[in-house]
Each structure stands twice: as C-alpha cells, then as structure tokens.
C-alpha cells in the first residue's frame, strides 16, 4: 500500500509559480513511476507531467518549459515546480504513484491550484 499527500497548491496570479510536493509512504517507493495529474471542472483528469524511477520525465505539451518535475527518493517525495502559470491551469493537481511491475496504482486526494487575477 502506498499513501501519497500533496502539498504546495493555492491561488496565484497569472504569471506567477507554485511549487507542488507530494511525500508518498511506502515500500520500495524508488521502483514506483510517479507524476501528477489534473482536473479541471468539467473536464476529465490529463497527465501533467510523469517521471519513472529511472528518472525520465515525460510532460504534456500543454505545460512543457513552464513546468518541471523532480523527485527526491532519499526523501519519498516528488515535486512540481510550476512557473509562468496561466488561468487555464487552475485545477485540483492529484499526485499518482505507479508500480510498474503490477500496473498498481495510488491517488492522493488533490490540491487545488487556481490562476487567477
């Protein structure tokens, strides 16, 4: 079982940065491929940005040069640096954690991040 908490969310002004973490418990965590995914209202959750345990990174074009994801496995964490944020961004960001031996998947509960002046 793995339990995943996001931290960093908020309201920023467009333009701005925010920078999200999500500390993840568990075991052999540094195997997991993890990221973070968005929902917007109305709309359905989108990948953001992923990295596996190797360390490659994929991002979606929507937020590639703005945002950058890293992780930290001495620490169980991952974090997403968001800069030049822009309304359309506003979300609840959901941090996910992947096994991918077994396919396993875990949510965290979200943070809201909202762009707005």
């Known amino acids: 079982q793995v339990q995943l908490e996001e931290s960093g969310g908020g309201l920023v002004q467009p333009g701005g940065s925010l920078k999200l973490s999500c500390l993840a418990s568990?075991?052999?965590?540094?195997?997991?491929?993890m990221g973070w995914y968005r929902q917007a209202p109305g709309k359905q959750r989108e990948l953001v940005a992923d990295?596996?345990?190797?360390?490659?990174?994929t991002y979606s074009d929507s937020v590639k040069g703005r945002f950058t994801l890293s992780r930290d496995n001495t620490k169980n964490t991952i974090y997403l640096q968001m800069n030049t944020l822009k309304p359309e961004d506003t979300a609840v960001y959901y941090c996910?954690?992947?096994?991918?031996?077994?396919?396993?998947?875990?949510w965290g509960q979200g943070t809201q991040v909202t762009v707005s002046s």
């Open positions: 990295i596996t345990g190797a360390g490659s990174s």
């Open positions: 996910r954690a992947r096994n991918p031996y077994n396919g396993e998947t875990f």
């Open positions: 568990g075991r052999l965590l540094s195997l997991y491929a």
